[in-house]
């Protein structure tokens, strides 16, 4: 328990030491292609496996946990865990969740356990215990003020469970970020998605996470789903809430590693990567370490 107890309490900052790595990192985007050469997609897959399969041993830990949202990410880093042949629990736990999104992950959750006899399931439904949490909490004014922060809540209750049952049965918390979202825009919940143990997909970008999603078979309904973080309880997509595709984001993330700035551009792509940079800079606090006070060593 104390093992766990401390990977729990140390693992926040793993998201910011992958970003040591990946910011000096580039990829040949282009607005619409992703690469100029194709990724070896079968050798990335087993690369990630073979790192997997390594890290919890190395750590003495049974296997993973993971949570399923019906999206292409958590399907995806499932598949890639469940391929180690070391133990893997998908949880569900909707809150208000739309009901596409609890059968796509109910359906894959299904799969994967045809294919891997290594998989476990539990749902966990979270929508009483979310409710009794706004119950509890202060009135205010104007309902809308407080809808980001009760949708950060939603991610924020989901990375508590599946902290219970990691340090329940011994796993570790495998973290479903790609690249462009964990170090490009930061479209992620601080301590909720982005508390975890490791991120296997975390120097993949989104493009990419769909190429392996192709190559594993992974269930036609996710790889053609929308992507959406599933937090608001109606059928809002990633691109309704960012203003710009994935694809159109990787490549505003490659202009900003070549030190591009918006005035290189016009019409939709300025428009685009003022959207990028904009997100860029309003995340940066989730992207590098917890700040801290350091005294002066003649105070001490």
């Known amino acids: 328990m104390t093992k766990n107890v401390a990977s729990l309490e140390s693992n926040f900052r793993l998201i910011s030491i992958f970003n040591l790595k990946t910011l000096i990192l580039g990829h040949k985007v282009s607005r619409f292609r992703q690469n100029e050469h194709p990724m070896q997609t079968e050798k990335v897959i087993d690369y990630i496996v073979d790192w997997l399969k390594e890290y919890a041993v190395n750590a003495k830990m049974k296997g993973f946990v993971i949570g399923i949202s019906g999206g292409i990410d958590s399907a995806v880093t499932s598949t890639l865990c469940a391929k180690t042949g070391l133990e893997l629990l998908c949880l569900e ?129 996710i790889q053609k789903a929308a992507p959406t973080d599933g937090l608001w309880g109606d059928d809002r997509t990633d691109e309704d809430q960012i203003g710009a595709s994935y694809p159109e984001l990787e490549w505003a993330m490659k202009m900003q590693e070549e030190g591009k700035t918006a005035d290189d551009f ?7 990567f003022l959207i990028y940079t904009k997100f860029n800079s309003a995340n940066r606090h989730k992207m590098i370490p917890i700040p801290v006070c350091e005294i002066p060593h003649s105070l001490l």
Request: charged letters at 25%; a negative charge; glycine letters at 8%.
């Open 93 to 221: 736990m909707p809150i208000h969740q739309a009901e596409n999104q609890v059968t796509r992950a109910s359906r894959h959750i299904e799969w994967l356990q045809h294919n891997f006899k290594n998989v476990k399931r539990h749902a966990v439904n979270l929508t009483p215990v979310f409710d009794s949490l706004v119950a509890a909490l202060p009135p205010v004014e104007n309902e809308e003020e407080r809808f980001m922060s009760l949708a950060n809540t939603r991610a924020r209750l989901r990375m508590s469970s599946l902290y219970y049952f990691a340090a329940l049965d011994g796993y570790l918390v495998a973290g479903t970020g790609n690249k462009v979202e964990d170090f490009g825009v930061g479209f992620y919940t601080k301590y909720g998605d982005g508390g975890v143990d490791l991120s296997p997909i975390a120097d993949l970008l989104k493009t990419q996470v769909y190429e392996i999603a192709r190559v594993l078979g992974i269930n036609d309904d």
């Open 266 to 272: 016009t019409g939709r792509d300025k428009e685009v």
